[in-house]
C-alpha cells in the first residue's frame, strides 16, 4: 500500500541532499505526492509512492529523457487526455531494471 508522504519525510529530504549540486531544494505537496522545488521555484522533480516504493522522478528534457531510458529508466505517465495516458517529463530507475 502506498504511503502518505510528507513534506518532512526522510526520503524527500534524502532526495533534496541528492540534488544538492544544482542548489538548495523543499519538497511541498504535488499531485497526491511531493514535489521538489529550487529555491528558484523550478521544479525539478517528485517525489511518490505508486505502489512500488517511494521514488524519485526526475524531470527531463527530450534528450535528458532517452540517456534516462537507454540506462534502464521508465518515463511517468500519469495524465490521461481522451482515454490516452501522456508522459509528464519525468522518469525514474525503475526496481528492479
Known amino acids: 500500500m502506498p504511503t502518505a508522504l510528507t513534506a518532512d519525510s526522510e526520503f524527500a529530504q534524502y532526495c533534496c541532499e541528492l540534488l ?4 538548495p531544494c523543499h519538497a511541498l505537496r504535488m499531485f497526491g505526492g511531493l514535489g521538489l522545488r529550487t529555491a528558484d521555484g523550478l521544479n525539478v522533480a517528485l517525489v511518490t509512492d505508486l505502489g512500488e516504493g517511494d521514488t524519485l522522478w526526475l524531470k527531463a528534457d527530450a534528450q535528458a529523457r532517452a540517456d534516462f531510458e537507454a540506462q534502464g529508466c ?3 505517465h500519469l495524465m490521461l487526455m481522451k482515454g ?3 508522459s509528464m517529463g519525468y522518469t525514474a530507475r525503475r526496481h528492479p531494471p
Not at 544538492?20 to 542548489?23: D, L, N, V, Y
Request: glycine residues 10%.
Open 74 to 76: 521508465a518515463a511517468l
Open 20 to 23: 544538492a549540486a544544482i542548489g
Open 84 to 86: 490516452v495516458p501522456r
